[in-house]
């Protein structure tokens, strides 16, 4: 049931179109390439903090799985 209420909360194509343009009007066309480049960075930094967290989960694992197979 919330999942229909967050869908119709969602901007339509026209509501976007009327987004980018506030955007643009607000930061400038010069400001918008350095915004996207620093979101891009940030994405990318979250991704390999989540990658190092699975490693390192990963790893525990292994750590731990390591002597039970020794005593076998």
């Known amino acids: 049931m919330t999942n229909f209420l967050l869908l119709g ?7 976007w179109i009327i987004i980018a343009l506030v955007i643009l009007l607000l930061f400038g066309g ?6 996207m480049r ?9 991704k390999d903090g989540v990658n190092e967290a699975k490693d390192e989960i990963n790893k525990a694992k292994e750590d ?9």
């Open 9 to 15: 909360m969602l901007p339509s194509g026209s509501e």
């Open 30 to 35: 010069k400001k918008i390439p350095e915004l």
């Open 38 to 46: 620093g979101l891009g960075k940030g994405v990318k930094s979250f």
């Open 64 to 72: 731990l799985d390591k002597p039970t197979e020794e005593k076998k």
